[in-house]
């Protein structure tokens, strides 16, 4: 299975590609989270991706390709993959376009997850990730247990929220027209219980 989910900021996207990585045994490859384990570690890509990440804005697009390209060439990859927020403008979908046409592979399905932006700011700002796991929570909608080591994300305040919101519709929606002309795209409503929006997701992928 080779699969891009899209979807606005808090849509579910992380929350969902946990699932669908372990349903079809592929490895999860989020932008987002490989430009945080830069900025952890402070190397030069990291720092300079902070800078637009603290903003609420996308990282350039040259940044992006190069790591992707990167991760897409380890073993992991041969047998398939999710991308949980790549790509995020037309640029980077026709550069994968051109990386998946070199290799001689071919996307499955491009999986929207719609959410309302009103509730995605309820969703974001309630967000909490737990240090050890990874396992993303909800304050209200998921809360984590006693133990958890919680940590809020530094573009999760309401005003980087709405930054990243608008990056979203004005870069990434162009995206929707982009897929559905190549027959690609399926709608998710992101909104219900996370294991109903699951059976949505893997229903539009054609695995149930
Ligand atoms: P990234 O990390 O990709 O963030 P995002 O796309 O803004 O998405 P989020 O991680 O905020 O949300 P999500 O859809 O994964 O939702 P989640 O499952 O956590 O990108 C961060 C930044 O990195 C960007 O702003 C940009 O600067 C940069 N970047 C990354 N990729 C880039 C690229 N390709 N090009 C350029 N720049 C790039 O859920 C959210 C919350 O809702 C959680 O608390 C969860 O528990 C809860 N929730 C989930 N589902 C439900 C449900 N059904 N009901 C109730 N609550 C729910």
Do not use: W
């Not at 490895?27 to 490989?34: A, E, R, V, Y």
């Not at 700002?125 to 809360?143: A, F, K, M, V, W």
């Amino acid at each position: 299975m080779r699969t891009i989910l899209i979807g606005p900021p808090g849509a579910g996207k992380g929350t969902q590609a946990k699932f669908i990585c372990q349903q079809y045994g592929i490895p999860q490859i989020s932008t987002g989270d490989m430009l945080r384990a830069h900025k952890a570690q402070g190397t030069k890509l990291g720092l300079e991706a902070a800078k637009f990440m603290n903003a609420g804005a996308l990282v350039p697009d040259e940044v992006v390709i190069g790591m992707v390209e990167d991760r897409l060439t380890q073993p992991d990859a041969a047998k398939g993959f999710l991308f949980d927020g790549f790509p995020r403008t037309v640029a980077q979908a026709e550069s994968l376009d051109a990386t998946l046409a070199r290799l001689g592979l071919k996307l499955d399905g491009v999986v929207l997850i719609e959410v309302a932006d009103d509730l995605l700011v309820r969703r974001v700002c309630g967000r909490r990730t737990d240090r050890r796991s990874g396992q993303i929570y909800h304050l209200e909608y998921n809360p984590p247990p006693p133990d958890a080591d919680l940590v809020l994300r530094d573009d999760d305040r309401e005003e980087t929220v709405r930054a990243r919101l608008k990056a979203y519709h004005d870069q990434t929606a162009p995206l929707i027209p982009y897929y559905e002309q190549r027959g690609l795209l399926r709608r998710v409503d992101g909104v219900g219980e996370m294991d109903e929006v699951t059976k949505r997701v893997l229903t539009a992928l054609g695995a149930s």
